[in-house]
Structure formats: C-alpha cells, structure tokens
C-alpha cells in the first residue's frame, strides 16, 4: 500500500512563480483534503474535498490559492503569484467516508 | 471558530516517567477526539482516538475525556526517547472536518 503521495516534497522558488503541488491519494478514499503547516499558525486546513468536489474551501486564504480533483485519484494545489509568506509545509490527506485520515510526506515549499 | 487549545511545550519527562499532554476544545458539539504524533521533519500519524467520556487505553497510551469540562487529555506510560515528538490534538465537530491544536512537544531524556 503506497500511502498518500506528494510531490514534489521540496520546492525552491522565487516570488511571483507559480507553484503547483501535487497528490495522490490512496485509493479508494473518496475524501481528500489539503493542509498548511507553520510553526505561527500550527495545521491548517485549506479545502476539503469529497467524491472529487470542493465541499469547504472556506481556508483558502486568498485567491492567490487555487485547487482542483479532475479524478479520484488526483489532485493540485496551486499558487498565483506566490510570496513569501507562504513558505510552509504543504500536506495533503485523504481517508473514507469519516474514519481516520492518511496524511501524505508533505511538500516544503520556499518562496525567496 | 472552532478552537483545539494546547500548552505548546515543550513538555521534559525523564524516561520511564507518564507523560501527560492536554487539550481544551471551544465547540461543545464535538463528537470525536483524536491524538497525532509528528516527528520532527514528518508527516502527522494518528496514535488514539476517543469518542465517548472516560478512558481509553491502548499500549502504553491512555486517552481520556471530559465532555463536560471540554478536555482530552493523553497519558503517555513508562515514556521512551523514541516518544520525543510532537502530538497534536484533533477535533471532529461533525462537520466532516478536523480542527487540530497547534501541538506539545514533547522531550524524554534518557
């Protein structure tokens, strides 16, 4: 069993880039959700989806952040234009129906 | 807001010692409770989850829970350097969703 998967799990960029973060989640789980993690703000909840559709993305801090689940088993965290502020630890987790939730390796994201 | 308070730490128990971490949760609603452990540099794992009022032990790791005071708590037995981590407490207020705390780090010394 693969677990939840991210990639890629450190990113390096410069402000203004766009950074896409991508996961996989295990199969079979029909709810994913998309975390940020900080030493400020502690886990962080971004978006939640279920059965491939955005239920709550009410942690989105702005609309710099964009996320899409084309399939079940597939799906990114976007940001336009990035800052650094954003820098973190990105985790994505997923789980079925209200059992426990798999988190993925994470993504350490750097914004010079 | 939904609010999952901890003592951010770090929290030093010598080896063998019970470690105790706590948690106060704002919404009384709560239905479930749910301990993690993170490693440093790692991703969250869960260890416990609690649903009911009293305790709940598994191994060397007991949960407890107080709906009336709005407490859980995580009791930690003959505690091992290899528990050095942080654990985070989570809530599931129905919503579909947990609210997690910010941590306790916690550090055994040899």
């Known amino acids: 069993d693969a677990g939840v998967i991210q990639s890629p799990r450190h990113e390096v960029t410069e402000m203004g880039q766009e950074v896409t973060l991508r996961c996989k989640p295990i199969?079979?789980?029909?709810?994913l959700f998309w975390y940020r993690q900080t030493m400020m703000r502690g886990l962080e909840l971004l978006i939640y989806?279920?059965?491939?559709?955005?239920?709550?993305d009410s942690g989105m801090p702005e609309d710099r952040f964009s996320a899409k689940m084309p399939n079940a088993s597939f799906s990114t965290l976007k940001i336009q234009p990035s800052e650094p502020r954003d820098s973190a630890v990105y985790f994505c987790a997923s789980r079925i129906a209200n059992n426990e939730q798999f988190f993925g390796p994470g993504t350490r994201l750097t914004v010079l | 807001q939904k609010e999952v308070e901890q003592n951010s730490g770090p929290l030093s128990v010598p080896e063998g010692a019970i470690a105790s971490l706590n948690c106060t949760y704002s919404?009384?609603?709560?239905?479930?409770f749910f301990w993690y452990r993170q490693y440093s540099g790692k991703s969250p794992e869960l260890i416990m989850f609690i649903y009911s009022n009293g305790d709940k032990e598994d191994g060397r790791f007991t949960a407890q829970l107080n709906k009336a005071s709005q407490y859980v708590s995580l009791l930690i037995r003959d505690s091992q350097p290899s528990d050095s981590a942080t654990y985070l407490c989570a809530v599931f207020s129905g919503y579909s969703t947990l609210t997690f705390g910010k941590g306790t780090m916690l550090l055994v010394s040899p």
């Open positions: 199969s079979g789980h029909n709810s």
């Open positions: 919404d009384r609603g709560s239905q479930s």
């Open positions: 989806f279920n059965n491939n559709v955005p239920i709550d």
